[in-house]
């Protein structure tokens, strides 16, 4: 069975703290995605990366970044959190089809 | 710039009736399509994938057909159940990146 994993299920940050949210997946896909989705505007791309080392710029990338030092782990950082970053953050791998994880519902305080 | 259009927004159907959902994409140069389903505050799962080439893939109850000229594809989940009640997503692979529509949500009442 394919399997996509997140870090956390459920995050509460200060403002101005650095959060890391991680993914990880076991399918040795190049390509892995973040997501956030909120009421009313669907799922947005924030980052996406196509080989270790690699990312490239969704679209709506202000106020993260991302890191992919190894093929099975693609991690989003929120450099200094703020309450519009409240959002449920989506993690996928992609080979012939994209998988997601559980997802991370983050609320920022 | 793609635009995936999912109608209607939400349905309602007693236990056992047919659920057909649609979903409408402007740009037919896809890679392919995706059908998800999502429950409440939880990720998405992955129900069907239709390549560009491929007129139609099924699993068991469901059905998803494409018609890449026209920009459409259609869902068919058949005797629906209460444990279908969820919301699906349709998705378009492009070279840059799958778009997705906002969703139906689906309700079957026992």
């Known amino acids: 069975d394919v399997k996509v994993t997140q870090s956390s299920r459920y995050l509460v940050k200060r403002t101005g703290e650095k959060v890391f949210l991680e993914c990880v997946q076991d399918?040795?896909?190049?390509?892995m995605f973040w997501y956030r989705q909120d009421p009313g505007l669907g799922l947005r791309l924030i980052y996406f990366s196509y080989d270790v080392k690699m990312k490239e710029k969704g679209d709506i990338p202000e106020g993260y970044s991302v890191s992919r030092e190894k093929k099975e782990r693609f991690s989003l950082i929120l450099e200094s959190a703020s309450t519009n970053q409240t959002s449920m953050y989506l993690c996928?791998?992609?080979?012939?089809?994209?998988?997601f994880g559980p997802g991370t519902r983050l609320t920022v305080l | 710039k793609q635009e995936v259009t999912q109608i209607p927004a939400a349905l309602s159907v007693p236990e056992g009736e047919n659920l057909v959902l649609n979903c409408s994409f402007t740009?037919?140069?896809?890679?392919?399509l995706q059908w998800f389903r999502q429950d409440p505050g939880k990720g998405l799962t992955s129900l069907l994938l239709i390549q560009s080439s491929q007129r139609e893939q099924t699993s068991g109850r469901l059905n998803a057909s494409l018609d890449k000229s026209s920009g459409r594809s259609t869902l068919y989940i058949a005797a629906s159940q209460p444990g279908d009640s969820a919301t699906y997503l349709c998705a378009v692979r492009d070279d840059y990146k799958l778009s997705f529509g906002a969703g139906t949500t689906v309700t079957v009442r026992a």
């Open positions: 740009d037919s140069a896809i890679y392919n």
């Open positions: 399918m040795d896909h190049e390509n």
């Open positions: 996928a791998s992609e080979g012939d089809e994209q998988f």
